[in-house]
């Protein structure tokens, strides 16, 4: 939990033999990826938490937020339940990924395989403040749809 030159101090600990240390894949990236300590195989439909064999211990004012590999959602539509998913800066248990296959065929998980990737954000907290009442905005109580589905200047 130490900032130095800029640049915030993530601490892992391994807690499997085979673990591997999250990484940047490429300088600049936003995602640190993370691998799988198991096997398993995934038929479609199914989901299944897959370990990572690492504790973390965040900075302070941070979160973890486990997101999908673009790569495994395109070429075998493996995404993540409960994405992102968040790591609380206290928690000190394994990070584990909840993987879903979406495909038309099994998926096999290997021991080492990339399955996600972990973002660090700042967090803010705000105090709750109850009102009766909430100031006019331009969108106002659109929801779901209220957009429509074309740009401004699609035909």
Do not use: C
């Not at 490429?26 to 398993?40: K, R």
């Not at 929801?143 to 699609?154: D, P, Q, R, T, V």
């Amino acid at each position: 939990m130490t900032e130095r030159r800029g640049m915030m101090k993530l601490k892992v600990m391994r807690i499997h033999p085979n673990a591997i240390l999250p990484e940047y894949a490429h300088p600049g990236d936003a995602g640190l990826d993370l691998f799988s300590i198991e096997e398993a195989v995934l038929s479609p439909g199914d989901s299944k938490l897959i370990r990572t064999g690492i504790k973390i211990e965040l900075p302070k004012g941070t979160e973890a937020q486990i997101r999908p590999r673009g790569g495994l959602a395109l070429k075998h539509q493996i995404t993540i339940l409960s994405t992102p998913g968040s790591v609380d800066e206290g928690y000190r248990g394994e990070i584990g990924v909840i993987i879903i296959n979406h495909g038309k065929a099994d998926f096999q998980v290997k021991k080492g395989m990339k399955i996600a990737q972990m973002v660090i954000k700042p967090v803010l907290h705000v105090e709750i403040e109850e009102v009766s009442r909430l100031t006019n905005s331009q969108r106002g109580e659109g929801g779901f749809g209220s957009s429509g589905i074309l740009g401004k200047n699609s035909d």
